[in-house]
């Protein structure tokens, strides 16, 4: 009777710790107020070849964008302008799902207006968000809808040769994709600062 009595004091001193932990785990606070901060340091027109359909796979419709080229404006980490084009022969090799999100990963390269190349890899998510889904619903097509219609991020990695761009090397950068015509989106880049 008194190894029962022991067990059960153990174990409602356990729920209650539990309990506690839990409700102390349930609670959401930054430890840092506004730690984080973003900065637009680029913005990339990037011209598209025709889409290519490569079939389906057991993750979804996979599609390919080819990068034909185009141009980006941009500052460096001491707010310098740089600028330069797209290198044509990227891609964007992205994988439609059936759940209508679609997983974004493009690869491909920058070159600077003094002659560095800037390696870009682009992996991210777009899909529609509630406004798009109900303009969808009413029969609208892709092309009628607004940027605000979609929920587009994607996280790009910069690869650079040491020297004035190799602070791209070391920062996590979140960025945007809209769509200006049916061959060209507008890529603006974040640099995630803070403390």
């Known amino acids: 009777m008194k190894l029962q009595h022991t067990l059960l004091n153990t174990c409602t001193g356990l729920a209650l710790l539990l309990a506690a932990t839990m409700g102390h785990a349930a609670e959401l606070k930054e430890k840092v107020a506004n730690r984080l901060t973003n900065d637009l340091v ?3 027109n990037v011209q598209l070849g025709p889409r290519e359909e490569m079939g389906k796979g057991p993750d979804g419709l996979r599609l390919n964008y080819p990068i034909a080229g185009g141009t980006f404006i941009g500052k460096d980490i001491d707010g310098k302008e740089m600028k330069g084009t797209v290198v044509p022969g990227g891609a964007d090799m992205s994988v439609m799902r059936e759940d209508g999100v679609t997983r974004i ?3 491909y390269r920058l070159k600077t207006d003094d002659g560095e190349i800037i390696i870009i890899d682009n992996a991210g998510i777009w899909r529609m968000n509630e406004s798009g889904l ?3 619903a009413k029969g609208l097509e892709l092309k009628d809808m607004k940027e605000t219609d979609f929920y587009c991020r994607t996280v790009p990695a910069f690869k650079t040769q040491p020297g004035k761009h ?5 920062y996590i950068f979140v960025g945007t994709i809209d769509g200006v015509s049916e061959h060209e989106v507008l890529i603006s880049v974040y640099r ?3 403390a």
């Open 192 to 194: 995630m600062g803070g």
């Open 42 to 44: 680029l913005q990339i």
């Open 166 to 170: 190799a602070w791209m090397n070391d």
């Open 105 to 107: 990963n493009a690869l």
């Open 134 to 136: 109900a303009k969808k």
